[in-house]
Nanobody, 127 residues
Framework: QLQASGGGLVQAGGSLRLSCAAS????????IGWFRQVPGKKREGVSC????????YYDDSVRGRFTISRDNARSTAFLQMNSLKPEDTAVYFC??????????????????????WGQGTQVTVSS
């Protein structure tokens, strides 16, 4: 199971760095995805990174502001979030998949492709 951490309260334009760690297992062979969810809405995909870190993918809403990375030696993945906006407010989750599936259209990632969901971390951006 994966555990997301690093959330908090930040003003618009600020930055946060989220971490995703595996408990009792390694992340080495899994792609890692970041998702976010607002109460009453579907979980939406934000970004995904391949198992070796060589390929990264972003939702249109965060491209250019968020950066996904990983450190397999530490079995940890990260999401650096810059230029945060109030609409980025959500609970952020990380999850694992065999590889990143990047779909065309408005929803580039599907939660059903991922597993090992753990508790998320709350990100609140004030205006």
């Amino acid at each position: 199971q994966l555990q997301a951490s690093g959330g908090g309260l930040v003003q618009a334009g600020g930055s946060l760095r989220l971490s995703c760690a595996a408990s009792g297992s390694t992340l080495d062979y899994s792609a890692i995805g970041w998702f976010r969810q607002v109460p009453g809405k579907k979980r939406e995909g934000v970004s995904c990174i391949s198992s070796n870190g060589g390929s990264t993918y972003y939702d249109d809403s965060v491209r250019g502001r968020f950066t996904i990375s990983r450190d397999n030696a530490r079995s940890t993945a990260f999401l650096q979030m810059n230029s945060l906006k109030p609409e980025d407010t959500a609970v952020y989750f990380c999850a694992a998949a065999r590889r990143c599936h990047f779909y065309s259209g408005t929803n580039h990632f599907r939660a059903a492709d991922f597993g090992s969901w753990g508790q998320g971390t709350q990100v609140t951006v004030s205006s």
